[in-house]
């Protein structure tokens, strides 16, 4: 074997090493696959939808409302033993008055068109102030969701990226973006 042959062994572990590396950074960085483990966003995601999680555009903007975003437990989640992470739709963003009354969300004393939702809220809630650096996030099933209107808000710093894409099952493959309607279209921050 000459100096400039490598072992076909030797080779086959860099690339390996390699691929694995990438394959790390871009989970850490860049995009993840994830599942879904609970009906708390039907009709939106069913179980076992799995996605594909973006990283990159929080790192230039802030959530907007109706992005669909998977975070880690806050600290109220924490204290109750949740260690996995969830996905939510963001209804409140930084500053937003927040009040679901009469099976209706209101945004700013504004009603929000949810043709997504599976069944309208069953409960009161609020009216409540969005704190500045915070989200409020609802499930799509309004009824059977664990979700901000039960234990508060979610820390921008908890936010791990936004679900852009299911890719399995190959019949619901498509892109997440039904938004809520709001009156005035705005979206200030």
């Not at 939510?88 to 209706?104: L, S, T």
């Not at 069944?119 to 969005?130: D, E, F, L, R, S």
């Not at 234990?151 to 890719?167: E, Q, T, Y």
Request: proline letters at 8%; charged letters at 25%; glycine letters at 6%.
């Amino acid at each position: 074997m000459s100096e400039q042959e490598e072992n076909p062994i030797l080779e086959l572990l860099k690339t390996l090493i390699s691929a694995a590396v990438l394959a790390v950074g871009i989970r850490a960085c860049v995009a993840e696959a994830r599942f879904i483990p609970s009906e708390s966003m039907l009709p939106t995601l069913e179980i076992d939808d799995r996605l594909i999680i973006e990283k990159i555009s929080y790192r230039f903007r802030k959530p907007e409302r109706g992005d669909v975003v998977v975070f880690s437990p806050t600290d109220t989640l924490k204290e109750q033993d949740y260690k996995e992470a969830f996905i939510k739709r963001v209804i409140g963003i930084p500053g937003d008055e927040i009040k679901v009354e009469n099976g209706k969300v209101y945004v700013n004393n504004q009603e929000i068109t949810e043709k997504y939702i599976l069944n309208p809220p069953q409960y009161q809630y609020g009216p409540i102030t969005v704190p500045e650096g915070q989200y409020l996030v609802l499930g799509d099933n309004r009824n059977n969701s664990y979700d901000s209107h039960l234990w508060g808000f979610v820390p921008l710093k908890n936010i791990i990226g936004r679900a852009s894409v299911r890719f399995w099952p190959p019949n619901r493959l498509g892109s997440l973006d039904k938004k809520p309607l709001y009156p005035e279209a705005e979206n200030t921050q």
